[in-house]
């Protein structure tokens, strides 16, 4: 069964430092996203890709965020100068164009700024 | 208003045992409704979308109330593996078709 795959499993870097994300999605999908779980809290949205460009954004990503499809299969998200807040589950995500965009999750990166 | 709410829990409940799930929700233009699992530290697992007339997989059945933005799951016979915290997740409307919003989830433990 086709899965969507991330890496790192597990991130620890120090405030200020700016990280990468990876993240390979489902191969015949063409909707990407990424999500992130502060522990102890609900998943929340971050962002939605298609067609390279950003397609929806939350209030949480705001400027120190950026994604990217650098090529045929990698999606990326990139931190530019981590917080201690930042510090959490991210999950990437990937669904078919057609509703009702069933949305299927990676195993996460568990990120700590320290 | 919470955008998705649902009963916190814990549920425990015995092996075979029926159990099931509420959630509402505030936005009335969403389309799209989904529970999704999720175990201890790990990803959200989409166990089913959720369609207008009900629907139905396996032990799982899922209900959708538009009129009163109410989504319900039961779990029949109830097995070890399902414990764990179940996901109520809409979308947030025709604008944002594919933005999710997640409940905070309802945790299950089955016991032996």
């Known amino acids: 069964e086709p899965e969507v795959t991330q890496t790192p499993s597990h991130q620890v870097t120090q405030m200020g430092q700016e990280v990468i994300l990876r993240c390979v999605p489902i191969?015949?999908?063409?909707?990407f996203y990424w999500y992130r779980q502060i522990l102890g809290q609900k998943v929340e949205f971050l962002v939605s890709?298609?067609?390279?460009?950003?397609?929806?954004k939350s209030e949480i990503f705001d400027d120190q965020f950026s994604v990217e499809r650098p090529d045929g299969s990698n999606f990326t998200l990139k931190i530019r100068s981590t917080k201690l807040e930042d510090s959490a589950m991210y999950f990437c995500?990937?669904?078919?164009?057609?509703?009702?965009?069933?949305?299927?999750f990676g195993p996460g990166t568990r990120l700590t700024v320290t | 208003r919470k955008e998705v709410e649902q009963d916190p829990g814990p549920f425990n409940v015995p092996e075979g045992a029926t159990v099931a799930f509420n959630c509402t929700y505030s936005n009335s233009a969403s389309q799209s409704f989904f529970w999704y699992r999720q175990d201890c530290r790990k990803e959200p697992k989409l166990l089913m979308s959720v369609y207008s007339s009900g629907n139905e997989d396996g032990r799982f059945t899922a209900q959708l109330n538009r009129a009163s933005q109410y989504i319900s799951l039961l779990i029949r016979d109830s097995k070890l593996s399902d414990s764990a915290t179940y996901l109520c997740v809409v979308n947030r409307g025709s604008g944002s078709a594919r933005q999710l919003t997640f409940g905070s989830g309802t945790q299950l433990t089955v016991l032996p």
């Open positions: 995500a990937s669904s078919e164009a057609l509703v009702p965009y069933e949305q299927y």
């Open positions: 890709f298609y067609n390279n460009e950003i397609s929806e």
């Open positions: 191969s015949n999908h063409l909707y």
